[in-house]
């Protein structure tokens, strides 16, 4: 008697940067997989070429996930095999994957991982900071409202904070997480991981944030952000000058420019930048 073939769902890492971060076992199901749900055929087709898979490859992503994702399922419980993979890393973080993932669970289909690189972990578990527990953002939401929202509910959590981030956007994010968090806050600014130009920035927010406006952000970007530490934020207190004008004058010595520098000084005194602007104004009479 032969035994009915069972369909499964693999959800595959793919690698950050280096396409030598396969796992033997996820090349050799690819290969055997009756079908490969990409992200982008085109971009996933320069790995399997790289590691001599033919398996077909469909697409699925973001915009037709509601109509695929059904086709997908009906494939699987026929009895075919279905790996899905995102352009990196692993699906369904900050990428297409989860959806399937939960319609092959409704449908009584096993789903498992072939796991590998993930940009989050690889950056938390380099940079220095506490890796007992942590908490994963992936990309904060664009909109400022819901965006301060979160931040000011993070302000106070004691676990690492985790975000990814794109290269035109660093600046201005760090900015408000410096303005959220407080510039004293100890963060590693993780770029081009398993790259050539791969890169760990361990600096505070501050200090990051003043390195990344004198020097272009460029490839990709993990934030590392330490969580909230109430007698490291007292020591910061107490270690602040008090007055407006030395603060600026130590930010600039640090490498701040004078309207960032105002900006910090402002947040770190609870005071608004026009009498920060006015004090200088007056100190340099
Ligand atoms: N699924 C992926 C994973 O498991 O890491 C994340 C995909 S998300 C669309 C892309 C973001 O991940 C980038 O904007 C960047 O923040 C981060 N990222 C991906 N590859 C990276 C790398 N090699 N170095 C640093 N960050 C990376």
Redesign the pocket.
């Known amino acids: 008697m032969t035994e009915e073939k069972r369909g499964r769902l693999y959800l595959s890492?793919t690698p950050?940067?280096n396409l030598e971060d396969m796992t033997f076992r996820a090349v050799r199901i690819l290969g055997e997989a009756d079908l490969i749900a990409a992200e982008d055929t085109r971009h996933t087709r320069k790995l399997l070429s790289h590691y001599d898979i033919h398996t077909a490859a469909t697409s699925y992503h973001e915009h037709n996930k509601l109509t695929k994702g059904p086709e997908l399922v009906e494939k699987m419980q026929s009895g075919a095999v279905v790996v899905c993979v995102?352009?990196?890393?692993?699906?369904?973080?900050?990428?297409p994957g989860a959806h399937l993932a939960q319609l092959a669970i409704e449908a009584g289909i096993e789903v498992s991982p072939l796991p590998g690189?993930?940009?989050?972990l690889?950056?938390l578990i380099c940079s220095g900071l506490d890796t007992t527990a942590f908490t994963f953002y992936?990309?904060l939401p664009r909109t400022g409202k819901k965006r301060r929202e979160l931040l000011s509910r993070v302000k106070e959590s004691p676990e690492t904070l985790i975000f990814?981030?794109?290269p035109h956007h660093l600046r201005e994010t760090l900015g408000q997480l410096c303005e959220a968090l407080g510039e004293m806050r100890p963060a590693v600014a993780?770029?081009?991981?398993?790259?050539h130009y791969?890169e760990f920035n361990r600096r505070t927010l501050g200090e990051l944030l003043a390195y990344y406006q004198e020097n272009e952000p460029r490839?990709?970007?993990?934030l590392i952000v330490s969580g909230f530490d109430s007698s490291r934020e007292a020591s910061a207190e107490a270690a602040a000058p008090a007055d407006p004008v030395e603060l600026v004058a130590r930010l600039e010595s640090e490498g701040v420019p004078r309207k960032e520098a105002m900006r910090q000084a402002a947040q770190t005194l609870n005071m608004s930048r026009r009498d920060i602007y006015n004090l200088l104004l007056q100190a340099e009479k």
């Open positions: 890492a950050i940067g995102s352009d990196a890393g692993l699906p369904g973080i900050s990428d690189a993930n940009a989050a690889s950056a992936g990309f990814y981030e794109a993780a770029r081009e991981l398993t790259k791969e490839g990709e970007f993990v």
